[in-house]
């Protein structure tokens, strides 16, 4: 996983998407696309894979 292989700190939730879950709820509607993965960065809220991978070397390696 990226996070692991860059030595950044996060918290991993598994959400069961086939499941009657409020979180499950909730991450998808903040995902901004209604899947998953989600992380949240700040206050705000990433969607989509490849997203999330360009927004972490964005912020944790701006050299690139």
């Known amino acids: 996983n990226y996070l692991e292989e860059h030595n950044l700190p996060f918290e991993e939730v598994f959400v069961a998407p086939w499941r009657d879950d409020p979180l499950r709820k909730e991450?998808?509607?903040k995902?901004?696309?209604g899947t998953t993965p989600v992380?949240?960065?700040g206050e705000q809220y990433i969607g989509d894979s490849g997203?999330?991978?360009e927004y972490l070397e964005q912020a944790y390696n701006p050299r690139k």
Do not use: C, M, R
């Open 51 to 53: 997203t999330i991978i």
């Open 39 to 41: 992380i949240k960065a």
């Open 31 to 33: 995902s901004g696309i």
């Open 27 to 29: 991450l998808f509607e």
